[in-house]
């Protein structure tokens, strides 16, 4: 197959594997998601969320951002994960059984109305407080979650040069410490 000569055919091309990427996630899994925050990237510098995927045409969405001095939820279904801008990789950390499902959406929305009271929030911080609530209640099991926080680390700087590039479709990988 030759390479997409015009702009159409680059796009056209690059949905493709969008959503071809999108619909090979396992289903029920649940992701750390980073993404890049300058181009060039900086080492260690990303935003964190979570992604659940839940059908092959998508799932939820769970980040905090910041906005005006200040963090507030964002969260919500989305079909276009591998569209984001500054993608830089999913980390999957768990399959969430059926049964746990509400639990685990109770659990992302648990600060919802208090994220700045937690001390020292950002959305690493935030991503970091619901996982540990997370294994409380046993639906992610992790060894080391800060070893977990080094490995999401050293993945994103890994992978941060080709999210700059728009490198498709973006890297998804799996935590040696968790699952």
Not at 76 to 95: A, D, R, Y
Not at 133 to 152: A, H, K, P, T
């Amino acid at each position: 197959m030759s390479a997409p000569k015009t702009a159409r055919e680059r796009a056209a091309l690059i949905k493709k594997q969008q959503e071809d990427a999108l619909a090979a996630l396992p289903l029920n899994a649940l992701f750390i998601v980073l993404w890049i925050r300058s181009d060039p990237p900086r080492p260690n510098d990303f935003h964190w969320g979570y992604y659940f995927h839940t059908n092959s045409q998508g799932g939820v969405k769970y980040h905090m951002r910041n906005i005006g001095g200040g963090w507030m939820p964002d969260h919500g279904p989305t079909g276009g994960v591998f569209k984001s801008n500054f993608l830089c990789v999913l980390i999957q950390v768990g399959t969430i059984p059926e049964a746990a499902r509400n639990t685990l959406d109770q659990t992302m929305r648990s600060h919802d109305g208090d994220v700045n009271t937690i001390p020292g929030v950002t959305c690493r911080v935030w991503v970091l407080t619901i996982f540990r609530r997370l294994m409380q209640y046993g639906i992610v099991r992790c060894s080391d979650i800060g070893g977990l926080e080094r490995e999401c680390m050293t993945l994103g700087n890994q992978y941060s040069p080709g999210a700059a590039i728009n490198q498709q479709p973006r890297p998804v990988v799996r935590s040696s410490l968790c699952l």
